[in-house]
């Protein structure tokens, strides 16, 4: 804990390491929890929030622009066998899954500790994923990012519409972003459950099948995050939560 300033040219090299394995697919569990704490310390003493945010997530953002995305919008109304080729080339993912989650929970353990300088990466990452010219990749990490915020910071409240960005991502053809927008919206309101669970079960009973797997997805985040760390206001939904999952408990989407 000591303050003492850590020269930047000294720790680089070190730090390029640490950034080739967060990439890595084994980096779980203390490992992860290490290097997170190396990060933290490093913004302390070395570098900025804002300059290891971006070494974070450059490996993803090096892929700015997804080769298909605006061309498969505006070709395959002439050529509709191009479709398939260009959505499979799209969803092939720049890193392994783990890093994504990796990068991600990096991030937000810095933001927590920076939550001033952190709304310029907040508002892109939501940007983003409002931007048909970004990757599969991209979107991904932008989602994982803000989800794994939400555990600490409310931003289903203090982000406008990004309840709705995480719905609307759940008709896209890729699995991988239907998958991180469920996990995203469990928790993008986990610091203000009284708001965000009945806003979860109001979706759940006007959703068709497919939409109500991800939105059940969403709410089982929050009830496994319990197992972590208590959540008082949780409580208070048990009951509602219970008739939920009563009624779609023999779902035929599985």
Excluded: M
Excluded at 181 to 207: C, D, K, M, V
Excluded at 223 to 247: C, G, K, M, V
């Amino acid at each position: 804990n000591n303050q003492t300033h850590i020269d930047k040219d000294q720790i680089q090299p070190i730090l390029n390491k640490v950034l080739e394995l967060i990439l890595s697919p084994l980096l779980q569990g203390t490992a992860l929890d290490a290097v997170i704490e190396f990060f933290c310390a490093l913004v302390s003493q070395s570098i900025s929030y804002e300059e290891l945010v971006k070494l974070l997530i450059k490996p993803i953002y090096s892929q700015q622009k997804a080769t298909t995305s605006t061309a498969a919008s505006t070709t395959n109304d002439h050529h509709p066998h191009q479709q398939q080729p260009q959505q499979q080339q799209q969803q092939q993912l720049v890193v392994h899954r783990q890093a994504f989650y990796s990068i991600a929970k990096s991030f937000a353990s810095l933001t927590v500790a920076n939550l001033k300088e952190s709304a310029y990466f907040i508002k892109k990452f939501q940007e983003d994923l409002n931007d048909s010219k970004c990757s599969d990749s991209i979107k991904i990490l932008a989602l994982l990012c803000l989800g794994e915020t939400g555990k600490y910071t409310d931003l289903a409240q203090s982000s406008s519409n990004l309840q709705q960005i995480l719905l609307d991502i759940f008709s896209s053809q890729s699995d991988d972003l239907r998958t991180a927008a469920s996990y995203t919206l469990g928790y993008i309101g986990i610091r203000n459950l009284n708001s965000h669970i009945p806003f979860l079960l109001s979706e759940i009973a006007r959703s068709q099948t497919k939409r109500q797997y991800l939105l059940l997805h969403s709410l089982r985040e929050i009830i496994a995050y319990q197992n972590h760390e208590n959540l008082p206001q949780l409580d208070e939904h048990i009951d509602s939560i219970w008739r939920t999952l009563f009624a779609h408990c023999e779902c035929p989407e599985e």
